[in-house]
């Protein structure tokens, strides 16, 4: 597939409401998405705290934990949990200025995949900002090993993600799913990827507080005989490959800029997605920043370096 880049930043073109409950925390909450200034990147403001609104940077610098989703913040003050599924909507539209006010600890999980944030953000609609998008461009491979799991960064001339899974479970067995991705691949092949689960976990992780909202109405679930619980079955033959690359698609999106290049994995996962990101981000050499120059008639051109910095500094 070719390399084709968005020569401009993005934002939303109206405020948008979502509505849900937290798949961890069981409680309610509201998320209101709105336009943004360019250059801003992805703030969360949270609204429900005694006092001012307390603001959290969409950025890697920020993850505060990441063991069954991925935190913003500090989990033990101000904090956004399970922000990975919304994360990978706003990088799978190339979506990348946006305010979002939210009145509780955790995103609402929806329908257990990126769907309904897409469908969200193009009821608002999505317009160009005069101002040039910059791009992480990878320029040498960068690999974290941890146990028998991996990922790595590799060159390439495009955004790809291959990405493979193993579990101990005949209804998932080995996977793997890889793909060049833009908007319309996204939408149609990763965005309806559902997160899930065993059964055997849910009485170990409810004692723990966890899963407290989790139902076959926003997860699939994988019973004692090994087999898919939910009436309607799987929406892909390959749907837990797919939402593990959504949810490294939504983790790499704390980049605070697309990155140009290949990203693999073997049996990965939150923590795994975060280290990588800050070994490539801690490595200077391993990249660059890159933005379009037009070349005659209109037509968009090379990719040229530029000296400074997307939304962040990059000291990790």
């Not at 190339?94 to 999980?109: F, L, S």
């Not at 076959?216 to 929406?235: A, F, T």
């Amino acid at each position: 597939m070719g390399l084709s880049l968005q020569e401009y930043q993005t934002t939303l073109k109206s405020r948008v409401t979502l509505s849900g409950i937290g798949v961890h925390s069981g409680k309610a909450v509201s998320i209101h998405f709105s336009p943004a200034d360019p250059d801003t990147g992805v703030v969360f403001s949270r609204i429900d705290l005694d006092g001012t609104p307390r603001e959290i940077r969409a950025l890697v610098s920020e993850i505060g934990a990441t063991d069954l989703s991925t935190v913003l913040g500090d989990p033990s003050g101000a904090y956004v949990a399970t922000v990975e599924h919304l994360m990978a909507a706003l990088f799978g539209l190339g979506i990348d200025n946006v305010a979002i006010e939210i009145d509780g600890p955790e995103v609402p999980i929806l329908d257990g995949s990126a769907a309904m944030f897409v469908d969200a953000f193009e009821q608002a609609g999505i317009e160009e900002q005069d101002a040039r998008r910059r791009y992480i461009r990878i320029v040498k491979p960068v690999r974290i090993e941890s146990g028998s799991s991996w990922a790595e960064f590799r060159p390439y001339n495009g955004t790809r993600f291959e990405v493979d899974i193993e579990f101990d479970s005949p209804a998932i067995g080995r996977q793997a799913f890889a793909a060049d991705i833009d908007a319309a691949r996204f939408r149609k092949d990763i965005s309806r990827a559902r997160t899930f689960g065993f059964m055997r976990d849910v009485e170990r992780l409810w004692a723990a507080g966890y899963a407290l909202g989790s139902s076959l109405e926003n997860s699939v679930v994988i019973g004692d005989d090994h087999r898919v619980i939910n009436v309607e079955g799987l929406r892909f033959g390959d749907e837990f490959a797919r939402h593990k690359t959504l949810d490294a698609m939504g983790d790499l999106a704390l980049a605070g800029a697309r990155f140009i290049g290949c990203f693999r994995s073997w049996r990965g996962g939150h923590k795994l997605n975060a280290s990588a990101l800050r070994r490539l981000l801690s490595d200077r050499s391993a990249f660059e920043i890159v933005e379009t120059v037009r070349q005659g008639r209109g037509r968009v051109g090379e990719m040229v370096a530029v000296n400074a910095p997307v939304y962040a500094p990059w000291m990790i």
